[in-house]
C-alpha cells in the first residue's frame, strides 16, 4: 500500500486549499481513508475520513462545515478540501488508509495502518 500527499502549501486566513491523496495497492471498496493533521508540539488528530465503499464520511467538530472530505474511485484519490482557513489550521497533514470501510466513524490512528508522508498546510494572518 502507498499513499501520496500532495497539495500542502501557505494560504492566507480565510483561504482555501485542496489536499490530495493518491492511493495504490488498495482495493477501493474495503478502505477507509483519513485525514490526520499534527502541529508542533501537539499529539495527531483526525480530521476528516470516509468510507471508500460508500461515501459517508466523518469529520472533527473544528472543521465542519470548513472542510470536505471526497473520493474519486477512478482516480484512487480521495481530496480534502479545506476553505475558511484559519491560522489553528497549520499542522502537518497526512492521509491514511484502514482496512474495513467502517473506520471511517471512528477517525483516530489505532484503526489506520498505512500512512503517506504529510504535506504541510501553513495558514497566517
Known amino acids: 500500500v502507498q499513499l501520496v500527499e500532495s497539495g500542502g502549501d501557505l494560504a492566507q486566513t480565510g483561504g ?4 490530495s491523496c493518491a492511493a495504490s495497492g488498495i482495493t477501493f471498496d474495503d478502505y477507509a481513508i483519513g485525514w490526520f493533521r499534527q502541529a ?3 499529539e495527531r488528530e483526525g480530521v476528516s475520513c ?5 461515501g ?9 462545515g ?3 472530505i471526497t ?3 477512478a482516480k484512487n484519490t480521495t481530496y480534502l478540501q479545506m476553505t475558511s482557513l484559519k491560522p489553528e489550521d497549520t499542522a502537518n497533514y497526512y492521509c491514511a488508509a ?8 471512528e477517525c483516530v490512528e489505532r ?3 498505512y500512512w503517506g508522508q504529510g504535506t504541510q498546510v501553513t495558514v497566517f494572518s
Open 40 to 42: 508542533p508540539g501537539k
Open 66 to 68: 470548513r472542510f470536505t
Open 111 to 113: 484503526g489506520y495502518d
Open 71 to 73: 473520493s474519486d474511485g
Open 50 to 54: 470516509i468510507s471508500l465503499n460508500d
Open 16 to 19: 482555501s486549499l485542496r489536499l
Open 56 to 64: 459517508r464520511t466523518y469529520s472533527a467538530d473544528s472543521v465542519k
Open 98 to 105: 484502514a482496512l474495513g470501510s467502517f473506520w471511517y466513524a
